[in-house]
């Protein structure tokens, strides 16, 4: 009787809370969004998966380890706790994945057309603004954020995942679960959230500009960019090193052409292995309390905004350059300022063939959507080092 | 406090967007100047043009020039 | 003369114990089954080496690091060491090797036969009675086993090697050595030892049954499986969460079809690089005081007999299935019911086809065989929770 | 103290089985709930026969399909 | 203007040090060797890249992670700490690394004509001398070496990366950047160092001599030659098993035929995985002051003279075995023996062609280059074990 | 303590040559005696020339017999 006690006792039914029951609806949501919908599956499936884990009662996944005095380990801890300390506490996941992202990234567009940087740059106002719409709430009593908060929620305007994890988690991992949710949604939102506000802002003749084809790009200057990249960081936003020194790591590997071995690997098994428990980490942050409460609803609202926001000033951005410089730029291509590589690229394409059948944007938007992946790391060590000495 | 944690937003928006906006301008300079040294050290055999190469997200295991070798093998194999 | 002497005396030769050199032996047997043999190579050819190195006098890879007051290291520790404490004592290699058996299996057969999980029920019968064995050896002064020790022996006759490592390391990491090379021998001994109990309690009509081609299942149904799988879990047994919970989302993720990438790399690159460290770490435990004693006899014996009440019980409990149901089985099928997978369900296949050369079992077998998976994790999981509270 | 080793045995034996028996037979019963309640809301194309998809254990680089149309490259180059 | 001012103290411009600017073009060069000059890219590109990392002001890639007295973590460590603690510290990134060029060596060679193992002991004379040219220059108050450094710095000598980084990790830590990059950049000269030794040494009569081809050596040998050689080393040098011990696991899991895909994955994934954070945590330890002085001069030039004697040592010492031996050995075969594989081999091919260009040396060079590999090994071993008693 | 580091360094050196030359001469007798008593006990078929087998040091994807293979068809494709 008393084992069966036991059993029973153990169950998750006698166990389980509410909250618990409702995040794991969350957790099926986030997969059939990732599945069904297609939501950026790589991180949204672990996400998911990992929030039905974090939140099975008695379980343990999120279990610290016990050990006795002389430092013997008395009850291992869960596999979620060792992931999350692991390679998220540490900072160590997002920035292997940003060196595969590096590995990945075709720089080739950029450097054909440097000043659509400029676009990369603009998309970022959504971060910052979203900052102010945060402490804004905090300030009216609305909901409740702190200084830190406020630029962790900010950051899911960078539409870039890795960057708005890195960030949490130095700034204010408990709200890790929701930001990272929010960053990644919205991502795979892109192609609903913006073509409005492209359409808004732009008008039809503005949609048909033909950009002049982009010049060919030398395998040097490839070479060379990582590392000018990385040297400027250096001396300006160390801050910033991190992220952009792994991107810029990953980009070399991956150009410079004499260790194809070793940039394969990180294009594949590698990222693919931290893709996998970054995910399930970032899940083990998920819990009811940390999750179904105003302040993620505020977080989901404001993301939304800082995406809007961002689309909008990347395309008023372009038509700014237009402006001031003769050779005009499709303004449509400023919307891929964002960054949520290549969809955010692929996006300026449709948008642009609606208007003109023969206008392929898709390389020239390409340019932006890099720089917007830079931009959102120069804005992420700013925040780190502003609110650091706040 | 409340009024500081706004104008820690204020400074946060000014300063931050103001770095974003020196650097990424700074580094259209340089790059255009790394591009321009790079290409007068080294006036290279450009590999392609650069907006014609996709990005490669796809991790496959079979190169597509052998894919396309393989399918032509098919087709002849149809063909008979 | 004085280095001549410090050569001599940190050679092996002149620190060796017998107990060493046995072990050596043990460990060259095992490469030997392993290569020429075949006995499950990819866990014994490690095991067999660790073995080998771990008992290397003077060599220290089981050695602790050693740090000074301040937290400095002064000495590293060794390879085994730091491989046994992050990958097994904490249950992570098991784990992440559980994920991958779940991306390399096809729920198929199972999901178009589920009453077939009967049998995986019916093959754990061994697991509880070789409990009872040991704890009657125990009782009757022959050996000496705790009842924690008895659980983990009990185990393998679950026939499933990550399963059996994580209950030991969690319930008698001592009696790790020999439990793991237990369970990995006798899978690789299926088709010796099953054949026979399999012949002697079936009549060559049953074997002849033939099986009703299995109904086409559709990809809806394997994806929402593993979810269905895990909510079951998670509500009624949460002990089983870790190791159903990883085996689930391995198999979300072959299923899903949105997240391929990962998938791959699952069942290739993590796999493989957790199995290399796992073996090796499981041979840090095959020391001569821990393998060298009356208890390794028995639990090989006991393992047997676990083994053969296993496959005897899926063969009974397949023919009781016949007595209740129109629908009949073929009860050859009950055997691979052990899991094993997928060496039993090729036994059932080969067996059948003695008896009828137009009878195909192999995906009949298939589905028993998955659900012996289930079932020994299943099976896990009371062990840790009822053991837990005794 | 011993007999309490023969109890506790017993004791796992019975609800050891006792719940694999009782998870295992309720599956049976979700699982076949749960392929009914799927198959009514996504009346599916089945992905051929469940029963003929073998289980992917040999991890190989090549596609099986691949390596088939290279051997019709071999054979037809012997053929020549 | 607070912020402004903080933004501005925290940029690298106003940190940096000129060490730290001379470090960073330190960096730049090896990544101008490794990509323009080819010098072993796999591992120059990574640590020319850590050196770059490990040198920005402010980035705090190398700092330590902070714990409240709690044990909570209030600010995570930087990347290249943990790689450096984790994986080089431990030992554990050499002794992976041992195992995956274990998995890519062919000792069929080598078991064709085993004499060879003897140039792969001449040419570690090296090794030795170099120690003794150290405490020299120590002795007459040049430079200042203690015997743990000496030891470290003759290793370079041994050609081989990883067991440089292994003995000078557990050796003389603070040397481990200058250490590495000579010995991967030695290993690259190899071309350029090795032929004008070779020829000095030789006359064309010798250079011209024809070996006979090697015999078949059969797949049992190929299997049972990693174990005698474990065994051997267990016995007698316990202090070379770990790394021994891995590089023969490797090279068990390569010829077994059994687990053919932990082979491929240790020849792949793992051992670029490895490589890659191995560099990047060589790096780690290139700061200024430690990279910056004069021992660094002497370290690189004690190196190149390693590198001379012991292709001197391997040349002379086939032409003793000529002398004694019948069957006659082309002298050039020698210089393979400092290791370098399989770059060593290749030279004494392409000097041999020069005066005979029927005369393929490669196969037969491959002999001596893996028997370097073992022999600096075996020296390490030695080192290990005296300079600990000393 | 100078003259003790001349010395340790010579002690280094002499028994460091010397174990390192004892272990591989050693080494060249065992590995005689083990060809020996293998090729005794398994008189095995010779997995072709050993010295004909290079070094895999290319880690690619595709096996050279199989890029062969691929030529083959290739240099068919464009015989036409
Ligand atoms: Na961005
Ligand atoms: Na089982
Ligand atoms: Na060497």
């Known amino acids: 009787m008393e084992n069966m006690y036991s059993l029973w006792a153990s169950s998750g039914l006698a166990q389980i809370q509410l909250g618990q029951l409702v995040m794991m609806a969350v957790g099926l949501s986030l997969l059939f969004l990732a599945i069904r919908k297609g939501f950026e599956p790589l991180l949204l499936v672990p996400i998911g998966f990992g929030t039905i884990l974090a939140n099975i009662p008695g379980a343990g996944f999120d279990a610290a380890p016990v050990y006795d005095a002389l430092g013997h380990m008395q009850s291992p801890g869960g596999l979620l706790y060792y992931i999350y300390h692991a390679g998220i506490e540490t900072g160590l996941f997002p920035l292997i994945i940003f060196m595969g992202v590096g590995a990945m990234t075709d720089f080739g567009p950029l450097l054909a057309n440097p000043k659509t940087l400029l676009l990369g740059a603009a998309?970022?106002?959504?971060?910052?603004?979203?900052?102010?719409?945060?402490?804004?709430?905090?300030?009216?009593?609305?909901?409740?954020?702190?200084?830190?908060?406020?630029?962790?929620?900010?950051?899911?305007?960078?539409?870039?995942?890795?960057?708005?994890?890195?960030?949490?988690?130095?700034?204010?991992?408990?709200?890790?679960?929701?930001?990272?949710?929010?960053?990644?949604?919205?991502?795979?939102?892109?192609?609903?959230?913006?073509?409005?506000?492209?359409?808004?802002?732009?008008?039809?003749?503005?949609?048909?500009?033909?950009?002049?084809?982009?010049?060919?790009?030398?395998?040097?200057?490839?070479?060379?960019?990582?590392?000018?990249?990385?040297?400027?960081?250096?001396?300006?936003?160390?801050?910033?090193?991190?992220?952009?020194?792994?991107?810029?790591?990953?980009?070399?590997?991956?150009?410079?052409?004499?260790?194809?071995?070793?940039?394969?690997?990180?294009?594949?098994?590698?990222?693919?292995?931290?893709?996998?428990?970054?995910?399930?980490?970032?899940?083990?942050?998920?819990?009811?309390?940390?999750?179904?409460?105003?302040?993620?609803?505020?977080?989901?609202?404001?993301?939304?905004?800082?995406?809007?926001?961002?689309?909008?000033?990347?395309?008023?951005?372009?038509?700014?350059?237009?402006?001031?410089?003769?050779?005009?730029?499709?303004?449509?291509?400023?919307?891929?300022?964002?960054?949520?590589?290549?969809?955010?690229?692929?996006?300026?394409?449709?948008?642009?063939?609606?208007?003109?059948?023969?206008?392929?944007?898709?390389?020239?938007?390409?340019?932006?959507?890099?720089?917007?992946?830079?931009?959102?790391?120069v804005a992420a060590g700013v925040m780190i080092n502003l609110v650091g000495n706040m | 406090m409340e009024a500081t944690l706004i104008d820690q937003g204020l400074d946060l928006m000014l300063f931050g967007m103001g770095t974003v906006f020196t650097f990424l301008t700074l580094l259209v300079g340089v790059t255009h100047l790394m591009s321009m040294v790079v290409n007068k050290i080294a006036p290279a055999e450009p590999d392609a043009l650069a907006g014609a190469l996709p990005l490669n997200t796809s991790g496959a295991a079979i190169d597509p020039r052998i894919a396309k070798v393989i399918q032509v093998a098919i087709d002849k194999h149809r063909a008979r």
Chains 1, 3, 5 share one sequence.
Do not use: W
């Open chain 1, 123 to 377: 998309a970022q106002v959504g971060i910052f603004t979203t900052v102010l719409g945060a402490v804004g709430l905090s300030y009216f009593g609305i909901l409740d954020f702190s200084i830190r908060d406020a630029a962790s929620i900010g950051i899911i305007g960078g539409a870039d995942g890795p960057t708005a994890i890195f960030v949490t988690s130095k700034l204010s991992p408990d709200l890790l679960g929701p930001i990272a949710v929010a960053a990644y949604s919205y991502m795979a939102l892109v192609p609903i959230i913006q073509p409005p506000i492209m359409r808004a802002l732009t008008t039809p003749a503005e949609r048909q500009i033909e950009m002049v084809q982009l010049r060919p790009v030398s395998k040097s200057e490839r070479i060379v960019f990582p590392l000018t990249l990385l040297v400027l960081v250096a001396l300006l936003l160390p801050d910033a090193a991190p992220l952009l020194g792994m991107f810029c790591f990953g980009n070399l590997m991956r150009e410079c052409g004499v260790v194809n071995r070793l940039s394969d690997t990180t294009q594949n098994a590698l990222i693919n292995i931290v893709t996998i428990f970054l995910g399930l980490g970032v899940g083990s942050k998920m819990s009811a309390e940390k999750f179904l409460n105003p302040e993620t609803m505020g977080i989901l609202a404001l993301g939304a905004v800082a995406f809007c926001i961002g689309t909008a000033s990347g395309v008023l951005m372009a038509k700014l350059m237009n402006v001031v410089s003769t050779h005009k730029v499709n303004p449509l291509i400023g919307a891929a300022g964002v960054s949520a590589v290549p969809m955010a690229a692929r996006v300026a394409n449709k948008v642009g063939l609606e208007s003109n059948p023969q206008n392929f944007l898709l390389m020239h938007a390409m340019g932006p959507n890099v720089a917007g992946v830079i931009g959102s790391a």
